[in-house]
């Protein structure tokens, strides 16, 4: 069966950096677009990074732009997302999914077909 397993959360300080990492199995990784979610305590899961099949297309939320970089390795069946100036405000279960479209990267939840079950990464300040 499909697996996305995320890694890398943790606990940093404001300005600091975390990379996250989703491993996937169980699907041809290259025929998917990746994305990276996020979801705060009391609010819904929202877009944070999206990358197309190839790479060569990604989106970001307005929010995150500047600071985040989301990557893959189709080689090894991994998207990564690079976060740096880390603000409390991102402080949340960060998750990773599966899209199989081909075209732009999507940002919207329902679009995902897999998803992982999530990593805390959380902010001090």
């Known amino acids: 069966q499909v697996q996305l397993v995320e890694s890398g959360g943790g606990l940093v300080q404001a300005g600091g950096s975390l990379r996250l990492s989703c491993a996937a199995s169980?699907?041809?990784?290259?025929?998917?677009?990746m994305g990276w979610f996020r979801q705060a305590p009391g609010k819904e899961r929202e877009f944070v990074a999206a990358?197309?099949?190839?790479?060569?297309?990604?989106d970001y939320a307005d929010s995150v732009k500047g600071r985040f970089t989301i990557s893959r390795d189709n080689a090894v069946n991994t998207v990564f997302l690079q976060m740096n100036s880390l603000k409390p405000e991102d402080t949340a279960v960060y998750y990773c999914?599966?899209?199989?479209?081909?075209?732009?990267?999507?940002?919207?939840?329902?679009?995902?077909?897999?998803w992982g079950q999530g990593t805390q990464v959380t902010v001090s300040s």
């Open positions: 169980g699907l041809t990784f290259s025929n998917y677009a």
């Open positions: 999914a599966a899209d199989s479209w081909f075209g732009i990267p999507r940002k919207r939840v329902h679009d995902y077909v897999y």
């Open positions: 990358i197309r099949w190839s790479g060569s297309s990604t």
